[in-house]
């Protein structure tokens, strides 16, 4: 990981993608965007823009999965959006476990008082810090 990457996170929803931006030199992200869904595929040139926009160094996908460790019907959506992702942008992507990033999402907007429409970008910044801070020097 570069000292001063840029990166974009993403939460794959059914009805929503959550997009997030951030930095290796500060270790932060911060919630950009909710972009609709239909049937669990997004806009792929709202996507695209974003990924253009931004030219980050990597896409991380935060992969959903039951307290077990089991798959579910979200863990199959997010990595199938994850393997589109790298197909279409070129750009590489990891995948980091994102158990229970919605709930800690819901309660830093309540904590802050944002809105709650923002919830999927919120939950895609905790995912994109988590794997920042997991990242070696």
Known sequence: MSKDATYLGFDAGEKRLGVAIG????GQA???AVL???????DWSAVQ?????WRPAALIVGIPRHADGSASDSTRLAERF????????GVSVHRIDEQ?????AEAALHERGARADV???????????????EQPP
């Open 23 to 26: 930095q290796s030199i500060t």
């Open 30 to 32: 911060r919630a950009l």
């Open 36 to 42: 609709p869904c239909r049937a669990g595929r997004p």
């Open 49 to 53: 823009a974003v990924v253009d926009d």
């Open 82 to 89: 994850a393997g589109e992702l790298a197909r279409r942008t």
């Open 100 to 104: 229970l990033s919605s709930h800690a």
């Open 119 to 133: 919830i999927d970008a919120e939950a895609a910044r905790i995912i994109l810090e988590t794997w920042i801070s």
